[in-house]
């Protein structure tokens, strides 16, 4: 990569694709190479305040909650996360905008040299770029989510206002354990000596490996999302997700966009985290009111017009779409396009969807890595064995044919399986991730 020249939207993609280049044997986890490349670019995470979020569902939402109210408080916020779903620039955000085209493209041109020479991988170089444009932005500070894991995360390189772990799932098993416990102690690995530690998990179980996860790494208090603010009730309406949180005559009423009984607790997960961060961070209840009705976070149940996105892409996740689906009325017939990374447990997937749907169009998103795709015929057998009588199972390799057909022939079609799925059907169907 070299620079010079004006830059254009050719030399951007030719970048992004150089750096995603960089990441072609599977995930390296280890902090060195990052910390590496920081040093390189004056350490940039040192003068960065920060929320760190991990956890195998809930983190994105809790994420964007966090994000919208620390804005609606008069901060300047940036934002990384990931992955992307049609455009790279959607990870690094400041104020709910992605940085520009040219901003990323002279960054990776300045310390091009360095990635190559300490060998950082996509992911190390992402991160090390966020963190550095967000202090040469300015930022008052910003919410960051953890990629994969938390112990040996590339973000574990930073010593937050307050770090937390949303909840735990059986995800990414090849990396973290086969177990819950096994799981979550790698999540915990963010929780910091004299940092606060707020846990949004619900099972028992979990919460007490966690707590005390956090009481090892030094935590200065440990805060369970659940006994702080209780949930009092949850229900799922047109307007979004009504939730009460609170105990007694303390209640604290509010209105979600983000549409699914879980969000309650990642509503819950996000006012905890910013109580723990102190006077500064605590919205009052008007502004987190405002704030959490105006929060949007594309792909977890999205609706527009007939299309319904949800980037769930493990059974826990296809289980809080199954929950939402009963629990509102959606258009009938409701079919469902469906590609599944071959890693995951698309059979336990399948078998939660199935019962809920008119019909499914199992296919292959064509930004789905060819190692990783899943088997057609294997999926559609496992599908029409497990289907029943009401759910009509299809396999269509050629994506954009699955998409039109489903539409054809349903009222409301759900896209789902991974973020591959999600972000290539929005690209085709020319919907903006960042759209309000």
């Known amino acids: 990569m070299t620079a010079g020249g004006a830059a254009s939207s050719d030399d951007y993609r030719a970048a992004i694709a150089a750096l995603a280049a960089r ?14 490349l920081l040093d390189t670019c004056g350490s940039p995470q040192r003068n960065l305040r920060t929320f760190h979020v991990a956890g ?22 940036g934002r990384y996360s990931s992955p992307h779903l049609i455009d790279f620039s959607e990870r690094v955000l400041i104020n709910g905008a992605s940085v520009s085209e040219s901003t990323v493209l002279s960054w990776l041109e300045q310390h091009w040299s ?29 919410v960051v989510e953890v990629g994969l894991g ?25 990396y973290l354990g ?16 004299g940092v606060p530690a707020v846990i949004g998990e619900r099972d028992p179980a979990v919460i007490e490996t966690l707590v005390a996860a956090a009481h090892r790494a030094g935590a200065s208090r440990v805060v369970v999302a659940q006994d ?38 990642n509503v819950a997960t996000a006012v905890a ?48 779409v199954v929950q939402s689906v009963r629990a509102i009325s959606l258009a009938r017939p409701l079919a469902a396009v469906v590609c599944v990374l071959s890693d995951k447990d698309w059979r336990g997937m399948l078998d939660t969807l199935l019962p ?34 009401r759910c009509v199972v299809h396999a269509e390799p050629d994506f954009a044919l699955a998409l039109d057909r489903a539409q054809q022939n349903a009222a409301t079609v759900l896209v789902t399986g991974s973020f591959h799925t999600v972000g290539d059907a929005m690209q085709r169907l020319e919907i903006d991730p960042l759209a309000g």
Do not use: Y
């Open 273 to 320: 985290v910013l109580r723990a961060a102190g006077a500064e961070f605590t919205p009052s209840e008007a502004t987190l009111r405002a704030a959490v009705r105006q929060t949007r976070l594309a792909g977890r149940f999205q609706r527009v017009g007939p299309w319904l996105f949800d980037v769930a892409h493990n059974p826990d996740g296809i289980a809080t």
């Open 56 to 77: 195998t569902n809930g983190k994105g939402s809790t994420c964007a909650t966090l994000d919208v109210v620390l804005q609606q408080m008069g901060f300047l916020v």
């Open 178 to 193: 086969d177990t819950l416990t096994e799981i979550a102690l790698e999540k915990a690995g963010i929780f910091k000596a």
């Open 228 to 265: 702080a603010l209780p949930l009092r009730s949850v229900s799922l309406t047109s307007r979004g997700t009504e939730i009460v949180l609170g105990d007694g005559d303390d209640l604290l009423s509010l209105t979600s966009s983000l549409l699914g009984a879980h969000q309650a607790q």
């Open 114 to 142: 360095d990635i190559e020479r300490l060998g950082a991988t996509f992911f190390e170089a992402t991160t090390v770029m966020a963190f550095d444009l967000f202090v040469q932005a300015g930022v008052d500070v910003a």
């Open 150 to 174: 938390g112990r040996l995360d590339s973000t574990n390189v930073l010593t937050p206002l307050v770090a937390a772990v949303t909840a735990i799932g059986l995800d990414h098993r090849e």
């Open 356 to 389: 809920v749907l008119d019909s499914v169009w199992l296919t292959h998103a064509p930004t789905a890595p060819e190692s990783r795709r899943w088997s057609l015929e294997d999926a559609a057998a496992h599908a029409r064995k497990h289907a029943g009588n």
């Open 23 to 36: 990441t072609t044997h599977g995930v390296r986890l280890g902090l060195d190479r990052t910390r590496a």
